[in-house]
């Protein structure tokens, strides 16, 4: 477990933040710009000192103001993957790859260079200066850099922040690779939705130097009160699902979940493959008798449990329908429908409203 | 043929030898004092920036003149220097590096400095989640980011070195084949009836040794750039 606890006073707002970070894979440190992720994890990683706290890494205390503790950076074991990267300019690849090996402690774990070549793909730049790289391949390098010299935890600032959207889809699976092969915890710092959701199992929420909220991503995405979720564009709830079958004739997926099955188009996977599908609350209808003849393929049979009524034209209502499901529907409706918590409902949920980017593998 | 009488290749190479003393000495704590005034605050720290860039200002005449309260058999240092180590650089050539260094101490120090704080912090910062100690970090990654730097530094005050006159005949008088560089053997031959020649050959050499320092540096430092990548 990764204990964070953090005071300090900042120009703009007081960070006042603790959570416990999850001892393998991913916590997402998610939060708007300026919600003060970014100091966290710098105070984390010893760049930026925080007035009060504690920072426990597994057994290890890095910083505590209490017991006067507080371990320079460089004995942190903490690595770094900055927002740009931060290659040295004067050396290449390779000696930007093995520059932390200089440092670590002679024991423990030893992740090969060979090996995190392969994993993030970068035998061929080797030889290579960084400023001729391409910004999804500095940053590939950047984290392969992070990895090598060993860390007991590995912080990501938004990595992808400065890649656009094709480069994005081709690192992505590459992070989930370093996570799933390597076992090194990571704080992935994120303001965006999509990536916390492929990514991240655990997450904590930030909002003006304070935590939101923080829990598994399917909980805390299928509540109504943690704000900087809900009040997304692209709020709804996320559900763990398993790949069934292939319908070939009409280029339909189907996973099986605690709600029933649910069809997606253009969906191929491994059968019995753990997927974790993301269904914006916009994209649920509801009805109040069963509906037939109806273009939808997924719907589903639920209770109203709670209502979160907002100032605006729509409202969000949180399902049962086996696991949560999020509904953003009109004030007019809600009023219209008489829906009230306790209430029978049909969720209707297009097949073709959930593309890839709303979809996960965790394992 | 252009050839060199013996009191002018003595002059050459008593002014190579004094500035090659002179930078390579002050070079050490020029990057300290540089690195001190571009990173850190300290009280006191206006002053220091204003004594190291007192020999840019003052007339090197004063300068040499304090050296000589300084550093003389009488003086401040010099006594002490001397009663305990036997150390006496009044009147030798060490004297005129001595000068020397102080005069070019202010050029060396910006130029280092200005490139120290061209220097990316959060370079540092990344090479020290890498494991690296400070010392570490200044040797690996700040050193050579600032080299071009350091190369401008060193090649301006020895350029300077070269040339000084002023502070070296007050401190060190004009001595033949002790502290008699080539600016004071140059004005030596102008204060001599007749020597016109003489002065003419000499400014001749003190110009094809600047530009041969000039092009050198330019050469040296469009290697580096190429090396770092040409991305600065």
């Known amino acids: ?363 | 043929m252009f050839s060199l009488f013996p009191a002018e290749i003595e002059a050459v190479l008593l002014s190579l030898q004094v500035a090659f003393w002179s930078v390579g000495l002050s070079l050490p704590f020029g990057i300290a004092v540089a690195w001190l005034l571009a990173r850190k605050n300290f009280p006191g720290r206006m002053l220091v920036d204003g004594l190291v860039h007192l020999p840019l200002v003052v007339p090197p005449v004063v300068v040499g003149y304090l050296l000589l309260v300084l550093l003389g058999r009488q003086g401040v240092i010099g006594a002490w220097l001397y009663d305990w180590f036997g150390i006496s650089v009044i009147f030798t050539w060490k004297g005129a590096a001595v000068a020397s260094a102080v005069m070019a101490f202010p050029l060396m120090v910006r130029a280092i400095r200005q490139s120290i704080e061209a220097v990316d912090r959060g370079l540092e910062d990344a090479a020290a989640t890498l494991g690296a100690p400070p010392l570490q970090v200044f040797g690996t990654i700040t050193l050579p980011l600032i080299t071009p730097g350091i190369l401008t530094g060193v090649i301006l005050a020895f350029a300077r070195s070269l040339g000084e006159f002023g502070a070296t005949i007050t401190f060190v008088s004009n001595i033949p084949g002790e502290t008699r560089t080539l600016p004071l053997a140059l004005f030596t031959q102008v204060q001599t009836p007749g020597g016109e020649n003489n002065a003419l050959r000499l400014v001749i050499i003190s110009v094809v040794l600047a530009l041969a320092a000039l092009i050198i540096s330019e050469l040296l430092s469009r290697r580096l750039v190429r090396r770092q990548g040409g991305d600065a």
Do not use: C
């Open chain 1, 1 to 363: 477990m990764i204990d964070v606890q953090l005071q300090r006073q900042l120009p703009d707002f007081t960070l006042d933040a603790a959570f416990t970070g999850s001892a393998d894979g991913i916590t997402a440190i998610f939060g708007r710009s300026g919600a003060g992720k970014s100091s966290i994890i710098n105070a984390i990683a010893g760049l930026l000192p925080p007035d009060h706290g504690r920072i426990r890494i597994g057994d290890r205390l890095i910083y505590d103001s209490n017991a006067k503790i507080n371990l320079p950076v460089h004995q942190r074991r903490v690595g770094y993957v900055f927002q740009e990267g931060r290659l040295f300019p004067h050396l290449n690849v390779q000696r930007n790859l093995l520059y932390g090996t200089n440092f670590g402690p002679a024991n423990g774990h030893i992740i090969e260079m060979d090996e995190v070549v392969r994993l993030l793909e970068i035998g061929h730049l080797l030889d290579r200066r960084p400023g001729t790289l391409s910004g999804g391949e500095k940053q590939r390098v950047a984290i392969g850099r992070a990895i090598l010299s060993r860390p007991e935890l590995l912080l990501m600032d938004e990595p992808l922040s400065s890649l656009d959207g094709s480069l994005r889809a081709g690192i992505l699976p590459l992070i989930e690779r370093v996570r799933d092969e390597l076992g090194i915890p990571i704080f992935y710092v994120s303001h965006t939705l999509e990536e916390v959701i492929r990514l991240a199992d655990h997450m904590v929420v930030i909002e003006n130097g304070a935590v939101a909220g923080e829990g598994s991503v399917a909980d805390l995405m299928s509540r109504l009160d943690v704000t900087p979720l809900s009040d997304l564009p692209d709020a709804g709830a996320v559900i763990d699902a398993v790949y069934q079958k292939y319908d070939s004739q009409f280029d339909l997926g189907e996973l099986e979940f605690a709600g029933g099955s649910i069809r997606i188009a253009g969906l191929q996977s491994a059968p019995g493959a753990a997927l974790r599908a993301h269904i914006r609350a916009r994209d649920v209808s509801l009805m109040l008798d069963r509906p037939i003849d109806t273009s939808v393929l997924n719907v589903f049979a639920g209770t109203i449990t709670d209502i979160r009524d907002t100032d605006g034209p729509q409202l969000d209502l949180l399902l049962d329908v086996g696991a949560p499901l999020i509904a953003r529907i009109t004030r007019k409706s809600v009023h219209e429908l008489a829906l009230a918590p306790g209430k029978q409902v049909y969720a209707l949920v297009k097949a073709v409203a959930i593309d890839r980017r709303s979809l996960g593998g965790s394992e």
